[in-house]
């Protein structure tokens, strides 16, 4: 008689618990999202400004980001990638602080070629112009259907928000730059605009990069009347 008791405390007991589990739960995932309904989007991606070359956080960081060019190895031989491995090594070994890499996909830029395409349109014959506009026609397609992707690596440096903390980030940009240009790899310093689109790129999935993006702030405006 008391060992079915007993299973029936045990099994009540479990099902309380897991209840309660549950109960917790649900109060907690509320709690957050009554938490995050109140943020802005600043808020949200602590984001405080951006400013020329730094991005400046809610949280007193100073931040600056690197673009590293893409570089094509397939046509590397194997002793030319040991190579360029031994000596972006020996380069980079000379950073002693912390930093952050980033690789995003993007849309491919197609830009130049429509208008190098456009330009060769004009001084064309009429079957040459056939075949260029339907060469447009396609690649636009294919830079509006987001199918042609390219990757792009930043590099992100970062320190404590204090009087000369941009000097200071710019010098260590400036090194870090150097260790990728002196062996043929292309780095340079993001502007302002190009901050805003790579936090656009990271944080916004509906964002495409290839759009002119006017950063500054404004109140949009209607003109004219509303008709009753």
């Not at 009540?12 to 209840?19: C, D, I, N, Q, V």
């Not at 042609?148 to 440096?157: A, I, K, M, N, P």
């Not at 928000?161 to 993001?190: I, M, P, Q, R």
């Not at 656009?200 to 002119?212: F, K, S, T, W």
Request: aromatic fraction near 10%; glycine fraction near 6%; proline fraction near 4%.
């Amino acid at each position: 008689m008391i060992f079915p008791i007993v299973m029936i405390l045990i099994c009540a007991a479990l099902g309380g618990g897991t209840f309660l589990f549950i109960k917790l739960s649900e109060n907690k995932h509320r709690a957050i999202q009554s938490t995050g309904a109140g943020q802005t989007a600043n808020e949200f991606v602590n984001v405080k400004d951006i400013k020329g070359k730094f991005l400046y956080t809610r949280d007193g960081l100073t931040l600056c980001y690197l673009r590293i060019s893409p570089i094509s190895i397939d046509l590397f031989s194997k002793t030319e990638k040991s190579i360029i491995i031994r000596q972006l090594t020996a380069s980079m070994s000379s950073i002693q602080y912390p930093f952050k890499f980033i690789a995003v996909s993007r849309p491919v830029d197609i830009t130049p070629l429509i208008a190098e395409l456009s330009e060769t349109l004009m001084n064309s014959d009429p079957k040459q112009k056939e075949l260029l506009k339907q060469e447009i026609v396609e690649m636009s397609t294919f830079a509006l259907s987001g199918e042609v992707v390219e990757r792009q690596f930043y590099v992100v440096l970062w320190d404590k928000a204090y009087e000369g903390a941009e000097k200071e980030l710019l010098v260590k940009a400036k090194e870090f730059s150097c260790n990728f240009t002196d062996n043929g790899v292309g780095c340079d310093l993001l502007e302002q605009q190009d901050i805003v689109r790579l936090c656009n790129l990271v944080n916004n999935p509906a964002y495409i990069h290839l759009e002119d993006t006017d950063f500054e702030a404004n109140i949009p405006i209607l003109k004219g009347g509303f008709k009753n």
